[in-house]
């Protein structure tokens, strides 16, 4: 069965029962009726198909290989892998698979009727990536696989990968492979929700722990003070004498200002660990940090009775990542650590802060361990695990928080047992690269 083309109401589609009539139509049905045919379509499997004549016809190379190979193609679009679609360079969509019509809410009469154009499902946003696709067409004869998004029937956008290419040098018609992003971009949000909600625990596990050290860091910061103003009086007595000691007043000033930058570098590190900032990559010393940490909480130990053996790296330790989250973590494993201890009445009251090279030059290891009653070998990983506890006032999210730091600076965080008793956690952190030229933060 053949329906010749309504002409006069600009269709320039020629209809067939079948494949082979739609090959004889287009080559013979011109010189039969005069026709102008542009496109034909014919039944396949309950559906139209529908293909330019000039690739039909068979003066065309490709009209030989149809016959043989349509069936391989119409497998591959039928499988629905992923979304396929024939288009022409002026924006007509000429054939497409039920994944592409699927995803966009359309169907196959929309094809048929020849309305689907892929100028029109473009956002007005992503027509300048289109024209700079069609001008790689015309040089290259593809286009590289690019990320967009396409207008659905209902007005709402989806998120696709496409790719794609001309049928042939010159031709105005091409194939292109359309991927679904909506899971892909679903997950990415949901991991940059999670991210934002860790980030918002570790600032809350932050604040908690400068409230636990409010008593520690306020004689930490009057020291300085207290020092600064006797070193003034010093210096005012000095410039009080007759004639004035210029040289003793001027070294007693250098030690007012040396015992300001000490407060306002507790003051800073306070502000650091308090306020809500994003996670940042820098590079820094490893060695100076902890030191920082230590110093921080050196009250809180000092108080509780406990002997410090410290271990740092000689020289500088570079590594790269977040200051803070890292020194956030050494403070919670340090104050864990000094609660530990507190908590046996009897017996040596020990903590040791270590770091050291990782084995086979991978990377550092930080250890902090403890004298305190040890970890039942059961629980050692459930201590990691969010509100688990063995604290009655704890909420078990400290530790939680300090694997997911750790975890995100391509680290490892673990717990071991102590002989003869208490506890060692351990975290390793990546070697930094390329940066021991960068400067330090």
Partial sequence: MIDAPHQDKGLHNANASDFGTALNVVHYGPNLGNY????????ENGAYRRQPAKILHSDNPLYHELQNGDAKIRRLMDANVVGICLWALDGQVLEANEAFLSMLQYDREDVVTGCLRWTDLTPAAWRGQDERAVAELRSTGTFRPVEKEYFRKDGSRVPVLIGGALFEEGSNEGIAFVLDLTERKRAEEEHERLRQLE???????????????????AHEILNPIATARNNARVGLRFLEMNPPNLNEAREALGCVISDVDRAKDIVGRMRDHVKKAPPRREPFDLNEAVS?????????????????????????????????????????LILNAVEAVSSVEEGARELSIRIEQGQAGGGVVVQVGDSGPGIDPENHERVFEPFYTTKASGVGLGLSICRSIVDGHGGRLWVTAKEPRGAVFHFTLPAAQGIHDAPFV
Avoid: C, F
């Fill in 36 to 43: 102008d045919i542009s496109y034909a379509q014919w039944l």
């Fill in 199 to 217: 980030s918002e625990l570790a600032h809350v596990n932050r604040l908690s722990i400068m409230g636990e050290l409010a008593a520690s860091l």
């Fill in 292 to 332: 920082e940490v230590i110093v921080t909480v050196r009250s809180v130990i000092a108080k509780s009775g406990i002997a410090v053996s410290t271990q740092l790296m000689d020289g500088l330790v570079p590594v790269q990542g977040d200051r803070v989250q890292l020194q956030q973590v050494v403070m919670n």
